[in-house]
């Protein structure tokens, strides 16, 4: 049993179990490819990498053989779960019953670890091979570098341009995770006049989501890199994959061994992986 939950007891006159603020649920889970359907603990995502035509010199020459490059990345499952007891006698002190209210918490808790799933795989060390065991590091040439300043608009100009030299399709969807730190260092990078002041201020306000091409999700799950600068990450949305091997699962049921006391449970089984390097890039903010 929760230790806190003598605070929403009737004596503090509360009507109804309050939600302290808090990322509610997860973020990056629909900027990303899903895979809902992974069994055992690790997955294999096969690619085909790229070839080139051949050109023809001679006449009734030898068909040509192009060697088909054969890729895949590993991802491997993780278990989460979440629990805790509300007793008879905590309900008989409340005005209103808290299981609905604990199985929210948890579950925002769940989408949450899912996040932070998708951002260890964007920059983290991502698996290839045969069996899954050889690492790959997200290249030199896929970070945008801090440059003692924060996020501005030359660094998402920089980014942009790293992704169309690596011909990362046009149409597809790009995401841009910061936090509302990296926010106010585009509006504070930008002249009052301009036209980019005018499209981050409506950033800002929530008028729009979508800024030189990218989908900006705000995030304050980020990590930093060994200098203290915020990671933001620059994506497409094929570039990272979560694997999901039981999505959550909710049980509330009374426990026996604990006075019949209700139970809140929670459990999910999830991994994600960067599947293509030139659909990431990091960029370093200072903070």
């Known amino acids: 049993m929760s230790s806190q939950i003598t605070t929403a007891e009737v004596e503090q006159y509360q009507s109804n179990v309050l939600d302290i603020v808090q ?39 030898d068909s040509p053989l192009v060697n088909t490059p054969h890729l895949r990345r590993a991802l491997t499952l993780v278990d989460y779960e979440w629990g805790d007891l509300i007793d008879d006698a905590d309900k008989i002190r409340l005005l209103i019953d808290p299981e609905s209210a604990y ?19 964007a920059l983290g060390t991502a698996y290839t091979g045969v069996d899954g065991t050889t690492p790959v590091a997200l290249p030199a040439g896929q970070k945008v570098a801090a440059n003692s300043a924060g996020l501005t608009i030359a660094k998402l100009r920089s980014t942009k341009e790293l992704m169309d030299e690596s011909e990362v399709s046009e149409d597809e969807e790009k995401f841009i995770a910061c936090s509302a730190k990296q926010i106010t260092d585009l509006l504070e990078s930008t002249e009052v006049t301009s036209s980019d002041f005018n499209s981050v201020k409506a950033l800002v ?28 990450i620059a994506w497409a949305k094929s570039g990272l994959e979560l694997g999901v091997g039981a999505d959550v699962v909710t049980e509330i049921a009374p426990r026996p061994d604990k006075s019949f006391s209700m139970y809140v449970y929670l459990s999910m089984a999830v991994g994600a992986t960067r599947l293509e390097e030139e659909k990431i890039v990091e960029i370093a903010a200072v903070e």
């Open 103 to 121: 199985a929210r918490n948890a579950a925002w808790a769940m989408g949450r670890a899912m996040d932070d799933e998708i951002i260890s795989a």
């Open 205 to 232: 306000q929530g008028e729009v989501d979508t800024f030189m091409g990218f989908k900006f999700i705000r995030s304050e799950r980020l990590n930093t890199d060994g200098n203290g600068d915020r990671q933001c």
């Open 23 to 61: 990322q509610r649920g997860s973020r990056l889970r629909g900027a990303v490819m899903v895979d809902s359907d992974v069994n055992g603990k690790r997955k294999f995502t096969d690619q085909v990498g790229t070839t080139e035509a051949i050109k023809r010199t001679s006449r009734h020459g």
